[in-house]
């Protein structure tokens, strides 16, 4: 069976967007990942600010990792984000995982999002389907 770091790593490698929007793996333990992303110019939108779209996929890509870093594929089946403060160039966001629940099918997280003051930024809740699969 796979270690959580190696189950990471191979869905990192395959995960095109993620390394497109320049997300970085901090730290991997199983039911736990924490991400970073530095804001650039490519993340903001017309107000001048970080998309929502940015911290969505930063705590969807923690989501994902975290689910299958028990050793099985898992899939998200509903998620929301609540977006708090706005995010500005440069900011540094960080994406923690908190496990709420686990059984033996399925699994809630939550994904809160804090940037380089430690200001909660976004505050993600994911639940999903864990498969007998394998990685």
């Known amino acids: ?3 959580p770091k190696e189950i990471v790593d191979l869905m990192f490698l395959k995960d095109e967007f993620s390394s497109f929007l320049g ?3 901090d730290e991997v333990k199983e039911g736990f990942v924490q991400l970073s992303l530095k804001i650039q110019q490519i993340h903001l939108n017309g107000f001048g600010i ?3 779209g940015i ?3 930063l705590a969807d890509t923690c989501l994902a990792f975290v689910a299958s870093s028990y050793g ?3 899939v998200s089946v509903e998620t929301s ?3 708090l403060i706005k995010v500005n160039m440069n900011d540094k966001l960080i994406a923690t995982s908190i496990l709420i629940h686990k059984g033996n099918s399925s699994a809630i997280f939550m994904i809160d999002i804090q940037n380089q003051d430690n200001l909660l930024v976004a505050h993600f809740k994911g639940s999903v389907r864990i498969s007998k699969e394998l990685w």
Do not use: D, L, N
């Open 81 to 83: 984000i609540s977006h």
């Open 1 to 3: 069976m796979k270690t």
């Open 23 to 25: 997300i970085q793996i």
């Open 50 to 52: 970080a998309h929502g």
């Open 55 to 57: 911290c969505y996929s």
């Open 72 to 74: 099985f594929h898992a």
